[in-house]
């Protein structure tokens, strides 16, 4: 039985959140979304590198289903003007 986007998009969603986990505890072996399997990196560059192609994914899929993809601001500049 096929899964539908919603679920590929949960896996995935899911998949992210335990590997953001692995980074930051430092461990190298991450479980599968759906516990199939395990990950072993070889360093925390191929950990960013993974993490950057399940966000690419995520985004691609929540563009098929018809979703807005969440942009996130590279810099944020903040002026004010002080009253003194």
């Known amino acids: 039985m096929a899964d539908t986007p919603e679920q590929q998009l949960a896996k995935l969603r899911a998949q992210r959140v335990k590997l953001r986990v692995a980074m ?3 461990v190298l072996t991450v479980e599968g979304a759906d516990n199939t399997g395990r990950v072993t990196y070889r360093s925390y560059d191929e950990m960013k590198k993974a993490l950057r ?7 691609a899929l929540v563009v098929a ?3 807005t993809v ?3 601001a590279s810099q944020v500049v903040m002026t004010g003007r002080s009253g003194w």
Request: charged residues 40%; proline residues 0%; glycine residues 18%.
């Open 53 to 59: 192609d399940l966000d690419r994914d995520i985004a």
């Open 24 to 26: 930051a505890s430092g």
């Open 65 to 67: 289903t018809g979703g």
């Open 70 to 72: 969440v942009r996130r």
